[in-house]
Nanobody, 127 residues
Framework: VQLQASGGGSVLAGASLRLSCAAT????????MAWFRQAPGKDREFVAS????????YYSDSVKGRFTISRDNAKNTMYLQVNSLKPEDTAVYYC?????????????????????WGQGTQVTVSS
């Protein structure tokens, strides 16, 4: 599976962007996808995830209410609508995909839950 992220850019605080992540290769076995981000000098952190079949979504507290994750199964593509951007949202945004099926108590906010990673797309927010 290959993941291609796009949609980043340089914007002013308060603006919106729509990030996309297209899965190619053999995406039929994917169970979930997610966005992580990494700011300069910081660890990569979880942003949001979506389960491929049920559509269940999960968000980090820092983006809840501002970001919306979605997926288009027919296009094997995941999206992240990012609204009300803040300078602290500046980071490289990475998409990830995993084949581990959903189960009770699963933690979809950790990097080890995902098997494939995209190259990242830069989001820069200035005040």
């Amino acid at each position: 599976v290959q993941l291609q992220a796009s949609g980043g850019g340089s914007v002013l605080a308060g603006a919106s962007l729509r990030l996309s992540c297209a899965a190619t290769g053999s995406p039929a076995g994917l169970a979930g996808m997610a966005w992580f981000r990494q700011a300069p000098g910081k660890d990569r952190e979880f942003v949001a995830s979506v389960r491929w079949n049920a559509g269940s979504t999960y968000y980090s507290d820092s983006v809840k209410g501002r970001f919306t994750i979605s997926r288009d199964n027919a296009k094997n593509t995941m999206y992240l609508q990012v609204n009300s951007l803040k300078p602290e949202d500046t980071a490289v945004y990475y998409c990830a995909a995993g084949e581990i099926p959903s189960y009770a108590g699963a933690n979809y906010a950790i990097r080890s839950a995902y098997d494939y990673w995209g190259q990242g797309t830069q989001v820069t927010v200035s005040s």
